[in-house]
């Protein structure tokens, strides 16, 4: 069992809260054992708010709405934000984008399932998010008839979702379209609709195919209520299912579906919380956690946390912050609110929008972001955070100050000096960056600090002010 100690807590901070809090710290560091600190983070409350529309809002700034209550639950505004984490973390997963969804009220719901239910079970949530209409429009399964199949979310279903690619072969996916058939929506409403197989013209078509199929070794489609065959190929996957004979992944042929499935989440998870390198280890305890709990989320995600790997110092220092956490980060030292500073319409090209999936997979991790676009979209953030921190400075009755996560430094402070010819800052160039870390609540290394203040010292009372600037650009806040 890894050791409760103070890089430990802030480690598990830093990628299950965003942000290592100092109350939260502390909170932690006072109980018995770090296996104690992981269930603390794991306390979620059971009914997180939902953002609430404005009548009069259009489509898209309901859309910002959401986004910015989103990165404001993240940043400041939850107790346990863990919950937020794995909301993200199934957004990224079970994918759908505002744009081809098309309303935002359709992407809150599907968003608030995963915060409500982020921490439940794998197939409850699978179910549920297969028939919101978020995802029957962006998968196309509101268009998938028994006499015009669409394969869409069947085949991403088993491939991105649940099983992996290559764990089934066609005719698993040919079983489960037929199941899923049925399903659609009000264009008009965006309401939930459900469509058997009796139409009631002979000019409709038939809806749902409710012949019985054989799907990864299991029959489905027998009898019982038409409407739940496609929640028939979940339990299958996640339950009796046998990889078939001929499924591209040799290795896995005559396995049980759901010691596959439980694989594949368990290095998705990993990825996204640790770092690029899942030990075969970790992955089989973390399997064998969420096979014996029926695939309930809390203890699999305990397994994870409370493995002495998660806390080695190659982990430590192996995952880049995506942009989302990245501006999480930012917001929470700046003390500043989503929709104060408006970050969203930068953060397409940094390569993550909350909303905005570049496609099926999701987004990547890690290194992807990494590179010239995506750190000068950062820059560029920085200098509007920045701004947002400035925005009090330029007061011409000498009351300006500089706004912070824990206070203000003000104006006066730091261009306050002695009379010629002596003409000494009050203020040392260390002072100014060691005050401005601890009012940001951002942890530098040593070198990152000096270099700092070295620019500091080169310069004026402009590179004073601008440490904000580079602190906010350092490598430390770019890492989780």
């Given at each position: 069992m890894p050791e409760l100690n103070e890089s430990n807590v802030r480690h598990l901070l830093r990628r299950?809260?965003?942000?290592?809090?100092?109350?939260?710290?502390?909170?932690?560091?006072?109980?018995?054992?770090?296996?104690?600190?992981?269930?603390?983070?794991?306390?979620?409350?059971?009914?997180p708010p939902s953002v609430v529309f404005r009548a009069e809002d259009s489509n898209w700034l309901r859309g910002e709405d959401l986004k910015h209550f989103w990165l404001n639950r993240m940043a400041h505004d939850s107790a346990r934000p863990l919950q937020e984490k794995m909301s993200l973390f199934w957004h990224g997963h079970f994918?759908?984008?505002?744009?081809?969804?098309?309303?935002?009220?359709?992407?809150r719901e599907q968003i608030d399932l995963f915060r409500t239910d982020g921490l439940t079970d794998i197939a409850s949530i699978a179910r549920s998010m297969s028939l919101q209409v978020a995802m029957l429009r962006y998968l196309d399964n509101n268009r998938n008839e028994a006499e015009s199949p669409n394969q869409n979310f069947a085949r991403e279903l088993m491939e991105l979702?649940?099983?992996?690619?290559?764990?089934?072969?066609?005719?698993?996916?040919?079983?489960?379209?037929?199941?899923?058939?049925?399903?659609?929506?009000?264009?008009?409403?965006?309401?939930?609709?459900?469509?058997?197989?009796?139409?009631?013209?002979?000019w409709e078509p038939i809806y749902h195919d409710s012949s019985i199929k054989h799907f990864l070794g299991a029959t489905i489609n027998v009898g019982g209520n038409p409407e739940e065959h496609g929640f028939e190929t979940i339990d299958v996957i996640l339950g009796r299912g046998i990889v078939p004979a001929d499924a591209d992944v040799v290795g896995n042929r005559g396995r049980r579906t759901r010691d596959v499935a439980a694989e594949f989440l368990s290095r998705k998870l990993w990825v996204d919380f640790a770092d690029e390198h899942p030990p075969d280890a970790?992955?089989?305890?973390?399997?064998?956690?969420?096979?014996?709990?029926?695939?309930?989320?809390?203890?699999w995600v305990r397994?994870?946390?409370?493995?002495?790997?998660?806390?080695?110092?190659?982990?430590?220092?192996?995952?880049?912050?995506?942009?989302?956490?990245?501006?999480?980060?930012?917001?929470?030292?700046?003390?500043?609110?989503?929709?104060?500073?408006?970050?969203?319409?930068?953060?397409?090209?940094?390569?993550?929008?909350?909303?905005r999936p570049p496609n099926v997979s999701g987004w990547k991790t890690n290194g992807y972001y990494v590179n010239a676009s995506a750190m000068e979209a950062r820059a560029r953030a920085c200098q509007s955070f920045n701004w947002r921190a400035s925005r009090e400075y330029w007061r011409t009755d000498g009351t300006g100050y500089l706004e912070m996560r824990n206070g203000r430094l003000t104006q006066a402070a730091l261009i306050d000096r002695s009379p010629w010819p002596d003409y000494i800052p009050s203020m040392t160039d260390a002072e100014v960056v060691d005050t401005m870390l601890e009012l940001l609540a951002v942890r530098l290394t040593p070198g990152t600090r000096q270099r700092i203040v070295d620019h500091v010292a080169a310069g004026s009372v402009w590179e004073r002010r601008n440490a904000l600037l580079l602190i906010l650009l350092a490598p430390e806040l770019h890492t989780a």
């Open positions: 299950t809260e965003f942000v290592d809090r100092q109350d939260r710290v502390d909170e932690l560091l006072a109980l018995a054992s770090l296996e104690a600190a992981v269930d603390n983070v794991l306390a979620v409350p059971a009914n994918v759908s984008e505002f744009g081809k969804v098309g309303t935002a009220e359709l992407m979702f649940l099983l992996g690619v290559g764990n089934y072969n066609e005719g698993d996916v040919e079983a489960a379209t037929a199941a899923w058939t049925g399903h659609s929506d009000n264009w008009q409403t965006g309401e939930y609709v459900w469509r058997d197989g009796r139409p009631k013209h002979p970790v992955i089989t305890a973390m399997r064998t956690a969420l096979v014996a709990g029926d695939f309930d989320v809390v203890p397994t994870m946390l409370t493995r002495d790997e998660f806390y080695a110092d190659s982990v430590k220092a192996g995952l880049v912050r995506s942009p989302i956490d990245w501006v999480v980060s930012v917001l929470y030292a700046i003390g500043a609110r989503s929709d104060d500073v408006t970050p969203t319409w930068l953060m397409t090209n940094m390569g993550q929008e909350p909303l």
